[in-house]
């Protein structure tokens, strides 16, 4: 079998069990880390992940992303992420179950609880909560409403394993925080995924 076609594989065997956590479990934080735990698996094949088909990011950009796979109905996308060192995220929502586990390199995650209590359109203070590294082995599951923000540091690309419930090319409730004015906007979709 050709590699191309063990990696489809894979990708669809790993699919097919995150469904069915979500489908017996509903989507609690136990059955997104049954779904974290499939991609990491999935990440663990690095022969499957490479430069030579997933290309790093072009001069001046510090992010491509690839779209791996979705369903019909745009859900269970699965995207590559190549960052660059000095990639930032600030703090952000999904508005969809996220999981991000880690093929190569590292990934820093700041978890932050919001503390205001939503009532104003446009404001929105939040604080940090906690760091997760996501690493090789390691990854973070997110529900919904979480609040997370991202750094790539060290001095080489990293590759990332991202899915999610839905498609990010259609997620257009996400909202980003601003920690300094305690203000938060919609998010733009950022990157345009690539397709190999």
């Known amino acids: 079998m050709m590699q191309s076609d063990l990696q489809e594989s894979g990708v669809h065997q790993s699919i097919s069990r995150m469904k069915g ?6 989507l609690t934080r136990e059955s997104l880390a049954d779904v974290l735990a499939c991609l990491v698996e999935l990440a663990s094949h690095k022969d499957w992940w490479t430069q030579s088909r997933y290309a790093e990011p072009e001069a001046g950009e510090n992010q491509a ?4 796979s979705e369903d019909a109905d745009r859900g269970f996308a699965l995207y590559l992420n190549v960052m660059l060192p000095g990639k930032k995220i600030v703090p952000h929502n999904h508005t969809t179950w996220a999981c991000i586990a880690s093929v190569e390199g590292i990934e820093y995650n700041y978890v932050y ?13 939040v604080r940090q909560r906690e760091l997760v590294i996501v690493e090789p082995g390691a990854g973070i599951a997110l529900m ?3 609040i997370h923000a991202v750094q790539i ?6 590759r990332h394993l991202h899915m999610y ?3 990010l090319e259609i997620l257009d409730e996400r909202i980003a925080f601003d920690t300094d004015s305690g203000t938060y906007k919609v998010m733009p ?5 690539r397709r190999v």
Do not use: N, W
């Open 21 to 26: 956590h979500l489908s017996r479990q509903g």
């Open 153 to 158: 540091q060290g001095e080489r690309a990293i």
């Open 65 to 68: 992303r690839y779209l791996i």
């Open 144 to 146: 919904p409403d979480d």
């Open 189 to 193: 979709i950022g990157v345009t995924s």
């Open 165 to 167: 419930g839905k498609a």
């Open 113 to 125: 609880d919001r503390i205001d209590d939503a009532s104003v359109q446009g404001k929105g203070e």
